[in-house]
């Protein structure tokens, strides 16, 4: 597996996405270090040096006017390139609603969108830390499309897989998911020296699952060179089983990925 370097700027793309198609990549994030409010033990960026939670200092992170300004260029230049763009995603080296001007920026590039591809829908991968805060839920739910992270069925279990920042309380991650809809979970899972893939586990990520009531659900796992080398992939034909019994318990469309 290999490892995967950070985005060096604040657009990059488009990826040929099987979940978004040709999607443009949004990086309000640091081009020099991963920015995030968790430290997976499976980040294929390796581990988080910058954790944190709020209180961003504003040299880490691009200032809303130049993400703006970047933004309307790329826009401008597919217009004249007339190639077919379907998605804006906000993702990038770390957790993008970690941006002290997440909101604002939402609101901002929505109408860029409007203006200039209205065709084109806006998208998040997030880790789902911050959703507690009703300012990052109401832009979210701006976006046509929300990925939102839950690797765990109980709180011990994401503090093994996801190692919080302190201020992240895994009860009212879950309770502020539940009340996101529509929403799409994305699930990585792993086996080694942390576990989240046996079956006692998926039991209380169904759990969970049935609380939030996601219209999908996204299972994985490694693909990339994880932080902790002492990870072990989950295997094909075990994700499939997971999958089927996701699905038979929760009725909710499962993809592995
Ligand atoms: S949330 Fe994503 S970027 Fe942050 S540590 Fe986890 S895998 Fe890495």
Request: proline share 5%.
């Amino acid at each position: 597996m290999k490892k995967i370097c950070l985005q060096s700027n604040i657009i990059y793309g488009p990826i040929a996405s099987r979940r978004l198609g040709n999607s443009l990549g949004i990086n309000l994030l640091p081009t020099e270090f991963k920015l995030c409010s968790l430290d997976c033990t499976y980040c294929q960026y390796g581990y988080t040096q910058h954790k944190v939670f709020d209180r961003i200092p504003s040299d880490y992170v691009p200032a809303m006017k130049l993400v703006v300004k970047e933004v309307e260029h790329a826009l401008k230049q597919y217009i004249a390139s007339e190639t077919k763009l379907d998605y804006l995603t906000f993702a990038g080296n770390g957790e993008p609603t970690l941006h002290p001007n997440f909101p604002e920026l939402v609101s901002a590039i929505v109408e860029l969108r409007d203006k200039y591809l209205p065709d084109v829908k806006t998208a998040i991968l997030s880790n789902a830390s911050r959703v507690s805060d009703a300012s990052i839920r109401a832009a979210l739910m701006r976006l046509d499309k929300r990925f939102m992270k839950l690797d765990a069925g109980d709180g011990k279990t994401f503090k093994e897989i996801n190692n919080p920042h302190e201020k992240v309380s895994y009860s009212s991650l879950v309770k502020a998911l539940s009340s996101m809809r529509p929403l799409i979970l994305q699930t990585m899972l792993v086996d080694g020296c942390a576990c989240n893939s046996d079956d006692d586990h998926i039991d209380l990520l169904i759990d969970q699952y049935k609380k939030i009531q996601p219209i999908a659900i996204q299972i994985y796992s490694l693909d990339r060179e994880p932080a902790n080398a002492s990870l072990v992939k989950v295997p094909q034909e075990r994700l499939l089983a997971i999958s089927r019994r996701i699905e038979r318990e929760t009725a909710i469309p499962v993809d592995i990925f």
